[in-house]
């Protein structure tokens, strides 16, 4: 028989481990706006180099088109070197020719998030980027709400976001690249905008461009298309991954350079 609880003790048990841990993401070494695959890959690096990291995902799952793959078919497709990552995951493979595979997208996904919360980072979902912090010349955090927020009615929507301050922030929102979106607002980027999809060539250069463009903001995934005007990418995920990974170890450098 189950161990017997009261609906007030399982109530109480979830604000007593939610709360505190809110109050520890106020500061962190880095914040990640997105919870895609190139997102997820970054703060599993970020992680295991023991950086205190913070995921930021507007809907109330993590993966974004990770878990489904291309056209709904729950598979996705890897080429390699991109494919090592998903073996040491433990994500069984299917070679389908030679340098290119496909895998579960569901295995995929989950193991890639358990990897995540394994290392150490932690998530807040149903998290809407709303602004970013700018202190002298530099990104310094971000400003976030609940994303329901956003479908509520203007007259009972105005709930006060509040402040998250890190030393770098990682905008991993893919094609909407909102937070680099924030920047060129205030004329201080600007966004080339995304090509057309030629899949090779876009997965070699969104990995090489990621980068940070702008003091403490570092971009990657398709977030580097929309901002360097790169092709799409399509529906493969190696690029998302290894880019992911890249900014990883570019954080860790601007970190180690800060301390």
Same mark, same amino acid.
């Given at each position: 028989?189950?161990?017997?609880?009261?609906?007030?003790?399982?109530?109480?048990?979830?604000?007593?481990?939610?709360?505190?841990?809110?109050?520890?993401?106020?500061?962190?070494?880095?914040?990640?706006?997105?919870?895609?695959?190139?997102?997820?890959?970054?703060?599993?690096?970020?992680?295991?180099?023991?950086?205190?990291?913070?995921?930021?995902?507007? /809907? /109330?799952?993590?993966?974004?088109?990770?878990?489904?793959?291309?056209?709904? @078919? /729950?598979?996705?497709?890897?080429?390699?070197?991109?494919?090592?990552? =998903?073996?040491?995951?433990?994500?069984?493979?299917?070679?389908?020719?030679?340098?290119?595979?496909?895998?579960?997208?569901?295995?995929?996904?989950?193991? =890639?998030?358990?990897?995540?919360?394994?290392?150490?980072?932690?998530?807040?979902?149903?998290?809407?980027?709303?602004?970013?912090?700018?202190?002298?010349?530099?990104?310094?955090?971000?400003?976030? /709400?609940?994303?329901?927020?956003?479908?509520?009615?203007?007259?009972?929507?105005?709930?006060?976001?509040?402040?998250?301050?890190?030393?770098?922030?990682?905008?991993?929102?893919?094609?909407?690249?909102?937070?680099?979106?924030?920047?060129?607002?205030?004329?201080?980027?600007?966004?080339?905008?995304?090509?057309?999809?030629?899949?090779?060539?876009?997965?070699?250069?969104?990995?090489?461009?990621?980068?940070?463009?702008?003091?403490?903001?570092?971009?990657?995934?398709?977030?580097?298309?929309?901002?360097?005007?790169?092709?799409?990418?399509?529906?493969?995920?190696?690029? @998302?991954?290894?880019?992911?990974?890249?900014?990883?170890?570019?954080?860790?450098?601007?970190?180690?350079?800060?301390?």
């Amino acid at each position: 028989m189950f161990h017997p609880v009261s609906e007030s003790e399982v109530s109480s048990a979830l604000i007593q481990s939610f709360y505190p841990e809110l109050l520890e993401d106020t500061q962190s070494d880095v914040v990640i706006v997105g919870g895609g695959p190139s997102g997820l890959m970054a703060g599993r690096e970020l992680a295991q180099e023991g950086c205190k990291v913070v995921i930021v995902e507007r /809907n /109330n799952y993590l993966g974004g088109g990770f878990w489904v793959g291309g056209y709904f @078919m /729950n598979r996705i497709a890897i080429s390699a070197p991109a494919h090592k990552i =998903l073996q040491d995951l433990g994500v069984p493979l299917k070679e389908v020719r030679p340098g290119l595979y496909t895998a579960l997208a569901p295995s995929a996904c989950s193991k =890639l998030i358990s990897a995540c919360c394994d290392s150490g980072v932690k998530f807040l979902s149903l998290t809407l980027l709303e602004d970013v912090i700018l202190k002298e010349g530099r990104v310094g955090g971000v400003v976030v /709400n609940w994303s329901p927020i956003e479908y509520l009615p203007r007259e009972v929507a105005c709930l006060d976001p509040i402040p998250l301050e890190s030393k770098v922030v990682i905008d991993a929102t893919g094609h909407d690249a909102c937070v680099a979106e924030k920047l060129e607002q205030r004329g201080l980027v600007h966004l080339e905008g995304e090509g057309a999809l030629w899949i090779t060539r876009s997965e070699d250069l969104v990995v090489e461009k990621t980068s940070e463009i702008y003091p403490g903001l570092i971009v990657c995934g398709m977030t580097v298309a929309q901002v360097f005007g790169l092709p799409r990418m399509g529906p493969i995920f190696g690029g @998302m991954l290894l880019s992911g990974k890249r900014a990883g170890e570019i954080a860790t450098e601007i970190l180690r350079e800060k301390s």
